[in-house]
């Protein structure tokens, strides 16, 4: 089922990160290997192919079911599913974990103060692949550049949706609409992060536009069932 692709997707991520930390601290790692093959990049894409999947199926599905879309559940979900984890990363990277010697990444430290003001408020506003593409990533915090992402996906998307629903079309004029919908947002994130080829080329890692655009872009392209798969329910996504 879909769990266990979950599964290896943040496998093959968490061993990435592992090898990549255990680099940047000076221990023998297995990082040229997993690059080679790019299986961090991989698991993280596939995140986004599944979460956007999951979410598009299920807003459709609660509108054959229930004639609506109710938008201020679905933001209440995603706020009590990813807010709390979320700003206790950003808190410990900026407020708690700095002040232990043992968790100091030295080359990342440097940056600290001086990008402090500018990657907290990013961050606060749910923009850090902003920040990490405006500066050097965020000790400890790096990570949540993908979350960002989902996120300013989650704000667009279920009303782009709604309006297609609205205008009562169906069939093949529906499905063009969903993927028009899904370039739009695609387009609004590359516009987010297209400042990493303009001022921090050196980030473009994770920020590449096209890779963002990329992977938010594939999720319109897995079918969606005509009734709901036995492998996961309303609360998966």
Not at 29 to 40: A, P, R, T, V
Not at 87 to 98: C, R
Not at 132 to 158: K, M, R, T
Not at 229 to 237: L, N, T
Request: glycine share 6%.
């Amino acid at each position: 089922g879909l769990n266990a692709l979950r599964f290896f997707a943040a496998f093959l991520v968490i061993v990435t990160h592992i090898e990549l930390l255990k680099g940047q601290l000076g221990f023998s790692n297995s990082l040229k290997f997993l690059e080679q093959f790019n299986l961090g990049g991989l698991g993280v894409y596939f995140f986004f192919v599944l979460s956007g999947f999951l979410i598009t199926y299920l807003l459709i599905h609660e509108k054959e079911k229930t004639g609506t879309i109710k938008i201020k559940a679905f933001y209440i979900r995603r706020l009590l599913r990813i807010w709390p984890l979320y700003y206790f990363i950003t808190l410990l990277a900026f407020f708690i974990l700095p002040n232990f010697e043992m968790m100091e990444i030295a080359w990342l430290q440097q940056f600290y103060h001086s990008n402090f003001t500018v990657n907290l408020v990013l961050f606060l506003l749910m923009l850090p692949n902003l920040a990490l593409a405006l500066n050097p990533a965020v000790a400890h915090a790096g990570q949540l550049w993908s979350i960002g992402v989902e996120e300013q996906f989650y704000l667009i998307f279920p009303f782009l949706l709604l309006l297609i629903f609205l205008a009562k079309i169906s069939g093949v004029k529906r499905s063009i609409g969903i993927v028009i919908a899904i370039k739009i947002v695609c387009s609004s994130e590359i516009a987010t992060v297209k400042t990493t080829a303009l001022v921090a080329p050196t980030n473009n890692d994770r920020n590449d536009p096209t890779h963002v655009g990329h992977a938010i872009n594939n999720p319109v392209v897995a079918p969606i069932p005509p009734s709901p798969p036995v492998f996961f329910d309303s609360e998966s996504a």
